[in-house]
């Protein structure tokens, strides 16, 4: 049976994850720095992104060959000058968890040397989401795609762009292979309320791209299926970039939603079709096979 390593095993998103590896015949590992709520037949392993050493021993012991590696401080960590704000941590907490963490994690994979695949979980803030400066990031082109340039300004969109380049620098040192989901907002099954249907307001005077969200979400057992997918997908390039996503959350056509939202993307938004949102995940249906199944619209 193939051992997998999950990070962030006491997350949410390990929580839905874990049991779809073990229904499709894997059998998981955790490593968090907290136990999670999981059945005791989960092997855990306690430890912190941020050591070496823990990364170290989370993959010896778990003699893992796929690397889940979905732990992370999952936001930036700094002051904005001039803008109230509430710290998570220290300055440096998210660069420090997400960008070492990740280069810890992948050289003690170079140096055990069992660890085949990893899939990582990235974000879709690596485009400038959450800018500093105030100025929105610039769109090229709609829908965008694994090819748009991504200029984050924020500590957590930049780690996220240092760890894809990590694990693509292991893949193509060690010959192994590495996917990066770059993840929507992540809905969960239990969560108890929703924002579906949303009406979106109004920005008239709105400059730029979109700042925080592009209305638009990935369930989670949606992201299991992916992961599952990405594990068994033969063929893909060392690294390979995903945008996963499973709906947009509004009912209007999608280019409504840009002439209201964000007016100077208009011109970009001719070849949008009904709801689909401004970010596409045509590559990983193209080349994981990746169906959404979790659309708030088809759900009880």
């Known amino acids: 049976m193939t051992r997998v390593l999950v990070t962030g095993g006491s997350g949410g998103l390990a929580s839905v994850v874990i049991p779809r590896l073990i229904e499709a015949g894997y059998e998981p590992f955790a490593f968090d720095v907290a136990p999670p709520p999981l059945d005791k037949s989960v092997p855990f392993i306690l430890g912190e992104l941020s050591s070496s050493a823990d990364c170290y021993r989370a993959l010896a012991y778990s003699k893992a060959e796929i690397l889940c590696h979905f732990g992370a401080v999952p936001g930036p960590s700094e002051l904005k000058i001039g803008v109230a704000s509430h710290q998570r941590g220290p300055e440096d907490t998210t660069m420090k968890s997400n960008v070492m963490g990740t280069y810890y994690l992948m050289e003690a994979a170079a140096r055990i040397g069992l660890v085949k695949k990893v899939v990582f979980a990235s974000t879709y803030y690596v485009l400038g989401l959450l800018p500093i400066s105030g100025d929105p990031f610039k769109v090229e082109y709609l829908p965008i795609d694994e090819d748009h340039p991504m200029k984050p300004e924020d500590s957590y969109g930049l780690s996220k762009i240092m760890g894809e380049m990590i694990i693509d620098a292991w893949a193509k040192a060690y010959g192994g292979q590495a996917v990066a989901f770059r993840l929507m907002g992540i809905d969960k099954p239990f969560k108890e309320t929703h924002s579906w249907q949303e009406k979106v307001k109004d920005a008239p005077d709105h400059?730029?791209?979109?700042?925080?969200?592009?209305?638009?979400?990935?369930?989670?057992?949606?992201?299991?299926?992916?992961?599952?997918?990405?594990?068994?997908?033969?063929?893909?390039?060392?690294?390979?970039?995903?945008?996963?996503?499973?709906?947009?959350?509004?009912?209007?056509?999608?280019?409504?939603?840009?002439?209201?939202?964000?007016?100077?993307?208009?011109?970009?938004?001719?070849?949008?079709?009904?709801?689909?949102?401004?970010?596409?995940?045509?590559?990983?249906?193209?080349?994981?096979?990746?169906?959404?199944?979790?659309?708030?619209?088809?759900?009880?």
């Open 207 to 300: 400059k730029g791209g979109p700042v925080i969200t592009t209305y638009q979400y990935v369930d989670a057992r949606d992201v299991a299926e992916a992961t599952v997918l990405a594990i068994e997908a033969e063929g893909l390039d060392p690294f390979e970039a995903f945008y996963l996503i499973t709906d947009s959350i509004y009912t209007e056509d999608t280019k409504d939603v840009v002439a209201r939202a964000w007016p100077d993307l208009v011109p970009l938004a001719e070849g949008l079709v009904g709801t689909e949102g401004i970010i596409t995940g045509a590559k990983a249906a193209r080349k994981l096979g990746f169906v959404p199944k979790y659309s708030w619209r088809n759900q009880d």
